[in-house]
Nanobody, 117 residues
Framework: QVQLVESGGGLVQAGGSLRLSCVAS???????MGWFRQAPGKEREEVAS???????NYEDSVKGRFTISRDSADNTVYLQMNSLKPEDTAVYYC????????????WGQGTQVTVSS
């Protein structure tokens, strides 16, 4: 059973920073990990991802502001979010898949990020 537990969300003013954490029950260095978000009334979107080989990818609106990283020793994936904007407000989810041919199959419970103007 794959389990993912996010933490680190909260309320921050525009221009501020937050770091989200996702602790996984699997060896994260062996699998792709992703961060997603869903704002009220909108579809869930991929924010950032990191492959097993360490290649990262970012959604255009967060490039240069967000950084995904991982600590394999702790099986933890991070999302460092800087220069936050009100439009970044959403529930943020961590996800993984055990094969590059799978959909994002395993999800955490989500953590709320609210950015005030």
């Amino acid at each position: 059973q794959v389990q993912l537990v996010e933490s680190g969300g909260g309320l921050v003013q525009a221009g501020g920073s937050l770091r989200l954490s996702c602790v996984a029950s699997v060896r994260i260095s062996s699998y792709a990990m992703g961060w997603f978000r869903q704002a009220p009334g909108k579809e869930r979107e991929e924010v950032a991802s990191i492959t097993a080989n360490g290649k990262t990818n970012y959604e255009d609106s967060v490039k240069g502001r967000f950084t995904i990283s991982r600590d394999s020793a702790d099986n933890t994936v991070y999302l460092q979010m800087n220069s936050l904007k009100p439009e970044d407000t959403a529930v943020y989810y961590c996800a993984t898949r055990l094969s590059p041919f799978e959909i994002w199959k395993y999800w955490g419970q989500g953590t709320q990020v609210t950015v005030s103007s």
